[in-house]
């Protein structure tokens, strides 16, 4: 219920457009991180609700290195 409560407000203050725009600008300050390390700390510090569409676009670019620790 929360998480609803949360997207409602959010959609208000940024438009309906403005998840896509929030995730878009995490996705391009990850793919501008000097080192992978950089690049990991910023994913890992992606806001819940937005993790996922983030997900998406770097992997859409290309950059899912950038998502995953080395193994």
Request: hydrophobic share 40%; with cysteine; charged share 40%.
């Amino acid at each position: 219920m929360l998480d609803r409560i949360r997207r409602f407000v959010y959609k208000k203050i940024y438009g309906k457009e403005g998840e896509l725009m929030m995730a878009m600008l995490w996705a391009q300050k990850i793919m501008c991180a000097d080192t992978k390390d950089e690049a990991l700390t910023l994913y890992k510090r992606v806001p819940r609700l937005l993790k996922d569409r983030v997900t998406e676009i770097l992997v859409e670019s290309g950059c899912e290195d950038l998502i995953k620790e080395e193994e």
